[in-house]
């Protein structure tokens, strides 16, 4: 039962810790995009989801990820051993769908990228 904690606690500090590693590389890329031009970001990026001009020569160019993972379920277990029983519940046997999402948002100043923002819980670098 030790082993089974201590490879648990393992894999948990592992996914902490390349989440934390994924998030810097982010803010890093999206660092790197300041005072670069729009026409800059579209070639590389692709075409934002929005765009929108929030004031002369100032717009927001925003890009939007999203994607679903389904996990499957385990099948229900029932042991009959002679007289005794059992039953074993190990999860849901329809299985669950997480949807995750990433929004990027770049500032532009007349065609110079000045500021950006992000939310999400899938903001990596691909």
Not at 11 to 32: D, K, M
Not at 81 to 87: D, F, H, W
């Amino acid at each position: 039962m030790k082993k089974i904690i201590k490879f648990t606690s393992f894999v948990i500090v592992c996914a902490v810790g390349t989440a934390c590693q994924s998030v810097q590389e982010y803010e890093t890329t999206l660092r790197s995009w300041i005072g670069k031009s729009e026409a800059q970001l579209v070639s590389s990026w692709g075409a934002p989801t929005s765009m929108e001009t929030i004031a002369p020569g100032r717009q927001l160019f925003t890009y939007i990820k999203q994607h679903q993972v389904f996990v499957p379920g385990e099948a229900l277990n029932y042991t009959a051993l002679g007289e005794n029983a059992e039953y074993n519940n190990f999860g849901d046997s329809l299985g669950e769908t997480f949807e995750y999402f990433c929004r990027t948002t770049f500032t532009t100043q007349d065609d110079i990228i000045v500021n950006y923002s992000w939310e999400g819980d899938s903001c990596l670098i691909e």
